[in-house]
């Protein structure tokens, strides 16, 4: 697909605001990529699933969907799935990769399957949390503990438990977003984020973002509302050290089973620098605090070429390729 002719997309649907607990930043990534989009002269159009029929789509005859919808019934395969059904092409990956990402104790599992380095996890199903198993936690894992829910995303229900005595709360303020909990061993050290672009052995990885929030707290409130998170990119960390992040993402992001783009987040643990894969991000945010845009500006690709690019890369299931 050449991005030269921008008539050759047809008509663009961008899927954004949603019904998920990331609603309002999916708005704010709907917006961007929709005017990066028409300034570039594409046919591009706003399409909310919360407020319209998905088969408008169809009727109204786009020719592919750009997904810029965060969480549930959005990033989970059930939207990807209804536009297999309706037969038209979307960004991001397929139905399988994207319901398995979503669900992070899904991930972890298939990450350690294959030799890749994830944090030591306790799930807690819905019919495990009495208190003496919710208690037992620490005594696994450790403290600090991070406690969140496993099917969501931007830092919605997460705790960092110091504590045994605040481990009841936490797993109470998870359990309101995912019947199920995931207790995860706490990595001290530097967050980064890696992203990707493409598909199969054509996938590359952009440059690392290094990630310094305020007393370590890169929350919800931090990650979309304020400018205290500092970041750098081009990362400075050493050389080998970045080619090792981006090898992890690389192979993180193949065994999931990903296309298009996606980014995975990783702590560098501070005692002996070796990284560990926390989540991948399938629809990832394109707001003004994003880290794919800032990325890619690092590795010379603006902001309204990068939506370009995603949008071109749209495909379906049945098709396995660009379109």
């Known amino acids: 697909m050449s991005l030269q002719d921008p008539k050759l997309f047809g008509k663009v649907a961008v899927l954004f605001g949603g ?21 570039r002269g594409v046919d591009a ?44 092409p979307y960004t991001g990956s397929g139905v399988m990769a994207s319901s398995v990402a979503m669900d992070k104790v899904m991930t ?4 350690q399957a294959d030799g ?13 949390q009495s208190r003496e198993q919710i208690m037992a936690v620490p005594d696994v894992l450790g403290l600090p503990v991070i406690v969140k829910p496993p099917r969501e995303g931007s830092s919605i229900g997460v705790t960092k438990v110091q504590g045994y005595s605040q481990m009841q709360d ?21 967050e980064v984020t890696c992203a990707v672009l493409g598909h199969g052995l054509d996938a590359r990885a952009l440059p690392v973002v290094r990630i310094a929030a305020p007393e370590g707290a890169y929350d919800y409130q931090n990650k979309y509302f304020t400018d205290d998170v500092k970041y750098q990119c081009p990362s400075g960390l050493p050389e080998a050290e970045e080619r090792e992040i981006q090898r992890i993402t690389l192979a993180a992001y193949r065994t999931l089973g990903c296309r298009g783009w996606g980014r995975a987040d990783v702590m560098i643990r501070a005692s002996d620098r070796k990284p560990f894969l926390l989540e991948m991000n399938t ?22 070429e990068l939506c370009l690019r995603v949008l ?9 390729g660009s379109l």
Do not use: N
């Open 45 to 88: 159009h706003a399409f909310d699933p919360s407020q319209r029929e998905l088969s408008e789509l169809k009727r109204e005859g786009f020719a592919r969907c750009f997904v810029a919808l965060h969480g549930r019934h959005g990033e989970d395969g059930t939207v990807q799935g209804a536009l297999e059904l309706l037969g038209i």
């Open 170 to 190: 936490a797993v109470a303020l998870s359990a309101k977003y995912d019947a199920d909990v995931l207790c995860e061993e706490f990595i001290e050290g530097e």
């Open 19 to 39: 019904s998920s607990a990331e609603r309002e930043i999916s708005l704010m990534s709907g917006t961007g990529v929709l005017d990066a989009l028409r300034s």
């Open 108 to 111: 972890k599992r298939i990450w």
């Open 283 to 304: 629809s990832p945010g394109m707001t003004s605090h994003s880290l794919v845009p800032m990325s890619a500006r690092a590795a010379g690709i603006a902001y309204e």
């Open 116 to 128: 890749l380095p994830t944090p030591k996890y306790v799930r807690l199903a819905f019919d495990q």
């Open 312 to 320: 071109a890369s749209a495909t379906l299931d049945a098709t396995g």
